[in-house]
Structures are given as C-alpha cells and as structure tokens.
C-alpha cells in the first residue's frame, strides 16, 4: 500500500525556520514527482514545490522562491522542505503529494497524497 507520511511541522516565529520530511513506502520512488502543497484555512489548496525524479529538478511558487528549498534523499525514500525566513501567511497545513514522473500544477495529476501537517507562522 503506497504510503507518504510527512513530519516536521510545528509553530515558529516570523523569520524562523523548519524542515518538512515527507517519507513515502509502497511505491516505486524514483519514477515519482513529490510535491508539498499547501492549504490555509478557508483558501484553495497551493502547490508549493515539487521536484522531479531522476535529475532532482525542482520548481517553487514565487512567493517561497529563495526561502524555501526542496531536496531528496533517495536512498530513505524522503522528500524535505527546508522552510526558512517563514512569514505568517506561510501558516497552512502542509501536504507532500506523489505524481507519476513529472510535477503538475494540478492536484488530481497527484496520486498519492500524505495526511498533512501544521506550519503555524505566529508574528
């Protein structure tokens, strides 16, 4: 069964930092993009960053570019966020998503998808 577990979450302090992990089982990794995407309370679910399998490519929303950075660890099977200068409207329950071989900026392209976690950004 295809599993993505993420971890790492928490509350900070603007300008602080965190690291996501998104650990994923039951699947071939390395033919996955994996994806964090975001949801604030009452807003539309975002994507955030997703990297690609094989060359670890990675793209990023603007508003995370240069604060944010997505990395792999394939031999653990984990995927991190490493969130720094964090800003309050960076507060949103964090979700890593799995899509067969390349990154979408679509959600259902996303087949896998982990339970989440809280980022809470205070100011």
């Known amino acids: 069964e295809a599993q993505l577990v993420e971890s790492g979450g928490g509350s900070v302090q603007a300008g602080g930092s965190l690291r996501l992990s998104c650990e994923a089982s039951?699947?071939?990794?390395?033919?996955?993009?994996i994806a964090w995407w975001r949801q604030a309370p009452g807003k539309e679910r975002e994507g955030v960053s997703c990297?690609?399998?094989?060359?670890?490519?990675?793209l990023y929303r603007e508003s995370v570019k240069g604060r944010f950075t997505i990395s792999s660890d394939t031999a653990k099977n984990t995927v991190y966020l490493q969130m720094s200068n964090l800003k309050p409207e960076d507060t949103a329950d964090y979700f890593c998503?799995?899509?067969?071989?390349?990154?979408?900026?679509?959600?259902?392209?996303?087949?896998?998808w982990g339970q989440g976690i809280r980022v809470a950004v205070s100011s």
């Open positions: 990297i690609h399998p094989g060359d670890g490519s990675a």
């Open positions: 039951g699947f071939t990794f390395d033919d996955y993009a």
């Open positions: 998503a799995a899509a067969p071989y390349q990154c979408s900026e679509s959600p259902p392209a996303f087949r896998f």
